[in-house]
């Protein structure tokens, strides 16, 4: 065993912390940002308040950073429903195998997901529930003899659809494509709605119809015969909770149609409440072909995710060429159920809607003066604060005063993320107005110091 340098360089930060720094990589986190702030090690949570090792709580305003704690810390439901499964039946392995839970999830899924929608494959996370409706999209093409050459997979700029490899293809945000490229040949990018600002300077509306139509001009380009399919996420959360105009999704759902090219809709990161519906889909009256889920499937209490495809693109095969070893865990089916359950019984996505417009009221209103505040804006539980530098020009900062006001809001116990030109909160949907009137006095102070620090007065 040898020690690491990284441990000797930041000496005394507690037990944890420095068995951390020796052992753990830190996916996507700045080196030196580690070294310079040590890593978080949190002990123990209660509903929506985080703690640490020191003892200070916070208010987690990000739903455990990835967004995908949707009920908060210490549901006992979900914790005893996995328990009980796992002593019951944890897993019989995939394939054909099944434990019982996991078909009823799958009815479950069939009966809340839109449209056709009722063929379900489970996995173990968002990547992989990607990767599953890239092949299935190629392989039904392929073997329902509708497009027995297509391979040709469309996304859009600074989307994200996960790490892996198929899933990095067809991704474009948070820096991780370059260097893992050659990707899966056949993937191409095209321009999709923002808000604020887009890098033709149009307004929101005119750019999403822009966008739309260069779907069209890019199938054409590449060839229909030779596209299986277009990958969107309903939010784009590249620069803070991108939510298209309304006529955007139906104009795509119509190109998809015009020239067979399937739909995949990725709901990781919007399933299950987020947006203040079960699934973001549902505000854009559009139905996919294919869906991806994972996140807040489980709350976050047991990783899982699953594809959803419409029935004719799974019984137009003989067999579909793709599996996981962690298909269809016992307790994961056992968490999804029990977390679906909760969100039923509790009315907790009608909450999430109620509160979330409270929530995004209350931070337009706080924020309304600041001269480094552009644009508020957000869905259901899931609210973006879109900085700029200058006002006048949309210009986004370049340094770091996003992150400046994120450290700031946790000196003052509440949890945020930076997301590009913003920052984020996406609190969980048990979330009380109490606390999210603490989250926004906490945001607004923030706000207002560092602007304040940094020569922008008010
Ligand atoms: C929209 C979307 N798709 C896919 C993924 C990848 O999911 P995972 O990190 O569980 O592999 C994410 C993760 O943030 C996501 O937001």
């Not at 985080?50 to 305003?61: N, S």
């Not at 039923?344 to 999430?352: A, H, N, S, V, Y």
């Not at 992150?403 to 048990?430: D, H, K, W």
Request: with cysteine.
């Amino acid at each position: 065993m040898t020690a690491s340098d990284d441990r000797s360089l930041r000496p005394n930060i507690g037990e944890f912390a420095d068995m951390a720094m020796q052992h753990c990589i830190f996916p996507l986190a700045d080196r030196a940002g580690v070294l310079r702030d040590g890593p978080n090690i949190f002990v123990e949570g209660r509903g929506v308040e985080l703690k640490d090792q020191e003892g200070k709580t916070y208010l987690d305003m990000m739903g455990s950073h990835t967004r995908a704690n949707s009920l908060g810390y210490g549901c006992e439901e979900i914790a005893r429903a996995v328990y009980e499964q796992l002593l019951q039946l944890h897993y019989v392995g995939t394939v054909d195998n099944f434990v019982e839970p996991s078909v009823r999830l799958a009815e479950k899924l069939a009966q809340l997901t839109p449209g056709d929608l009722s063929k379900v494959m489970f996995v173990s996370g968002g990547s992989e529930a990607v990767e599953t409706a890239l092949k299935l999209a190629k392989q039904y093409q392929v073997e329902s003899g509708r497009k027995p050459r297509a391979y040709k997979i469309i996304s859009r700029w600074n989307a994200y659809h996960g790490a892996t490899m198929g899933a990095l293809s067809v991704t474009d945000w948070l820096g991780t494509r370059h260097i893992s490229e050659p990707g899966v040949p056949g993937t191409t990018l095209i321009p999709g709605p923002t808000r604020y600002r887009n890098p033709f300077g149009m307004a929101d509306d005119e750019y999403a119809e822009f966008c739309a139509n260069y779907l069209e001009q890019q199938i054409l380009h590449e060839g229909p015969e030779l596209v299986a399919a277009f990958i969107a996420e309903p939010v784009m959360q590249a620069n803070g909770v991108q939510v298209p105009p309304s006529g955007y999704f139906p104009r795509i759902r119509e190109i998809c149609d015009r020239y067979d090219v399937l739909l995949i809709i990725d709901e990781v990161i919007t399933g299950f409440g987020r947006t203040g519906a079960w699934f973001a889909s549902e505000h854009f009256g559009i139905s996919p072909d294919i869906m991806t889920v994972a996140k807040a499937l489980t709350a976050g209490y047991f990783p899982a995710g699953a594809a959803i495809a419409r029935p004719d693109i799974v019984e137009a095969m003989p067999m579909f060429r793709h599996v996981h070893t962690f298909s269809g865990h016992g307790g994961g089916a056992a968490a999804a159920l029990a977390n679906i359950a909760i969100c039923e019984r509790d009315g907790l996505i009608e909450k999430g809607e109620e509160n979330g417009a409270f929530f995004l009221e209350a931070l337009q209103s706080a924020l309304r003066d600041s001269p480094i505040v552009g644009d508020v804006r957000g869905i259901g539980m899931w609210v973006a604060i879109d900085l700029t530098a200058d006002p006048e020009t949309k210009a986004p900062f370049t340094d770091d005063t996003a992150a400046a006001i994120v450290r700031a809001m946790r000196t003052n116990g509440v949890l945020a993320s930076t997301i590009g030109t913003a920052f984020e909160m996406a609190p969980p949907l048990i979330t009380e107005r109490d606390q999210l009137e603490q989250a926004v006095a906490v945001t607004a102070e923030s706000v207002h110091n560092v602007a304040a620090a940094r020569g922008f007065g008010r």
